[in-house]
């Protein structure tokens, strides 16, 4: 048992016996990576990066950016391409396999999952992100949570909230309506901390809305907290506290590393400017956390080959087969001359730089794995510094000219994207996408696996492949899984969770971002990604959801039932209707078509992946809840359902939707309470405020009169609230107004 375990153990079970001093002393850290021990009450633990594999430093107090070294860990796909599995089984196989490795390395809360909203493709951390959609990422990163904390290691989602963008991650305002938050960059904390309940949370750098997300009292207690029902702890990204006394207040209880300035806790409890409940509060939660990560099952090491087995899984299962004409894949060595084209097969990039950087236990190169499987023909094609090297050129052009098909590796450098600044493109190197060109002058079937964090535009080149995989930064096995996919070892099974737009400025947020003098204003609302793309019907290069596979799915036998109020069970038949086993990702949208939309025309609302052998059928089942189908009224503060018709869709992408079923709801039966300044349609469409106005207001029946004289003067009389009334003679005085909002009040309408 370790001596952190062994003092929680025996732990005293409160806080209370702590003086001020000790308690303020927990609410920082002892260091970069561990917080602080107070006697034999509260042990210190261990905090480190994830998220997709044990970042532990290996000398002295370490430093926040990785660039000291680190102790080998499995370098497991970073979450653009997990989350490209839609498979949360594979998730949590993985945040288990990470919780050994915590374990093992003395780690007892994991810095990970991140789960931040991908609003533009130029985000240099998005490869350490799920998705542009809240469902999947929601689902992915509670399976992610669920699979670390199964061994009892903390996991500690992030970045809490709103972190979208690198660029002047530390300072810029996010400005965001509230509808935009609750939807689309609140929700997946919101499915994580209500479903897989995790020992932390981390606060992120930014503002919003004028306000530090470590100093947001709003964000941090009233939403969290109080909303959610949060019970872990709220850390802060490395460095994020500006104001130790401020961010206690607002309900952030560590801060990371220590800036040494527990001092102002005391002196602002002595003073009188905050309470000393808050500190002994947020040291409680610290107790907390050391109490629950002390009933971790505690392993000195782990297996290395099967650990990697299990990345190589991953990195299967998250690969992205955009394109397969000719069905020029799956390769077949025995058949066919293959050339091997690009530095990155041999030079392979499988995770992204910054916090998250790991020292992987192994390194699997395509090119190894490819020509382990017999493939001979070898090409660098270019340098990876990006310099232009004809020479190179040349040489993989001959070297395709000999052969029957050419793969070709191309990909982001390492310089391109990252932690800590944004892209400005998403074009790929000029220089590979030359070499790219000139192997297809030659050759007579080319296929592109690519390699990047954030999604690349495919426009230019698309046409010189026949094929494209998207293979992300795949981890420390994704070189023998990327050829385990191009050999047919196993079928390709990954979707799109980002759109890839043909061009940069056909995304949403491109007129607002990464913003400018401190403030970035979401500006595109709810409408990211596909709910944008969706929505007005642009043409997209592939998208939400999208990925090929070695056979082909048939969908049937739609069947949806009520199951209550607002709630119905949602099934329907998947077949795979081809010639090899493979896995088919059924999503479930709920659509709403309106014109003008006053929402996106469909959301995810789930999604299931189904393994199915040539010939087999399965059932496939969803719930679809009234959450699903409400949307935020900041008018309300709360969550709303308008009566109406929409639709359930179930299909292979949110552009291939195979069945649908027109639903209706009668709503959530809200009323609302009315007022001077609501408008004469509403009191007129209202249950009560339709009979007090008929029965005490003699004169209206001139204004109603109009709806069949003159409909847009009643449209237009309607449309005006009744406190405006005082200048029309129908009697509205204010006195009369008051006298029918008391009417209202107490129902009184007979
Ligand atoms: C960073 C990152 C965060 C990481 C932390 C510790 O700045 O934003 O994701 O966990 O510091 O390395």
Known sequence: ?????????????????????????????????????????????????????????????????????????????????????????????????????????????????????????????????????????????????????????????????????????????????????????????????????????????????????????????????????FDGLVVSDWGAVNDRVGALAAGLELEMPPTRTDQEIVDAVRAGRLDESTVTRAAGRLHTLTRRVAAAERFDDWDVGVHHELAREAARGSAVLLKNERAVLPL???????????????????????????????????????????????????????????????????????????????????????????????????????????????????????????????????????????????????????????????????????????????????????????????????????RYHDTLGTDVAYPFGHGLTYTRFEYSDLAVRETGTNEWAVECAVANAGERAAAEVVQLYVAFDEEPPSRPRHELRGFAKVELEPGAATRVAFAVSARDIAWWSAARGGWRIDPGGFAVEVGASSRDIRLRAELTTAGDGHVDVLGRMSTLGEWLDHPVGGRVLRTRLPKLSAVTGMAERSPALFELARSIPLAKFGTFDIGLTPEVVDDLMAAAATGQGS
């Open 332 to 530: 077949d060595p025995a058949a066919q001359r293959i050339a091997v084209v690009g530095e990155s097969a041999r030079s392979p990039r499988y995770q992204g730089h910054g916090s998250s950087q790991i020292v992987p236990t192994r390194l699997d190169s395509p090119w190894d794995a490819l020509s382990a499987a017999g493939i001979a023909t070898f090409a660098a094609g270019y340098r990876l510094d990006g310099a232009p090297d004809e020479p190179l050129k040349r040489q993989a052009a001959e070297a395709a000219a000999a052969c029957d098909v050419a793969v070709v590796f191309l990909g982001l450098p390492d310089e391109a994207e990252s932690e800590g600044f944004d892209r400005t493109s998403i074009d790929l190197p000029g220089v590979q996408v030359e070499v790219l060109r000139a192997v297809a002058r030659a050759c007579p079937r080319v296929v592109v696996v690519l390699s990047n964090g954030g999604v690349v535009s495919v426009a230019d080149w698309e046409a010189d492949a026949d094929a494209i995989l998207e293979a992300w930064l795949p981890g420390q096995a994704g070189g023998s899984a990327i050829a385990d996919l191009l050999l047919g070892v196993c079928s390709p099974s990954g979707r799109l969770t980002e759109t890839i737009p043909n061009r940069l400025a056909d995304v949403p947020s491109h007129l607002h971002f990464p913003g400018a003098d401190g403030h970035v204003v979401y500006g595109e609302g709810r409408y990211v990604g596909y």
């Open 1 to 229: 048992m370790s001596p952190d375990e062994s003092a929680a153990e025996s732990a005293p079970a409160t806080v209370d016996g702590l003086t001020l001093e000790e308690k303020a002393s927990l609410t920082s850290g002892a260091g970069t990576w561990r917080t602080t021990a107070v006697r034999d009450v509260v042990p210190a633990v261990r905090l480190g990066d994830g998220p997709h594999g044990i970042r532990r430093q290996t000398k002295g107090s370490g430093d926040a950016l990785g660039l000291d070294d680190s102790v080998p860990a499995t370098c497991f796909p970073p979450a653009v391409a997990l989350g490209s599995s839609w498979d949360p089984g594979l998730a949590r196989r993985v945040g288990a396999a990470i919780a050994r490795e915590a374990s093992a390395l003395g780690v007892d809360v994991v810095l990970g999952p991140g789960i931040n909203i991908k609003r533009s493709p130029l985000c240099g951390r998005n490869f350490e992100y799920f998705s542009e959609d809240p469902h999947l990422t929601g689902v992915m990163g509670a399976a992610v949570v669920t699979g670390i904390q199964s061994l009892g290691i903390g996991a500690c989602v992030k970045h809490f909230a709103v972190n979208n963008q690198e660029t002047d991650r530390m300072r810029v305002s996010a400005d965001v309506d509230e509808r935009t938050l609750r939807e689309i960059y609140l929700a997946a904390f919101e499915h994580i901390v209500r479903e897989a309940g995790p020992y932390a949370v981390m606060s992120s750098y930014n503002k919003i809305n004028g306000v530090y997300a470590s100093e947001n009292h709003w964000l941090l207690t009233e939403v969290l907290r109080g909303e959610w029902g």
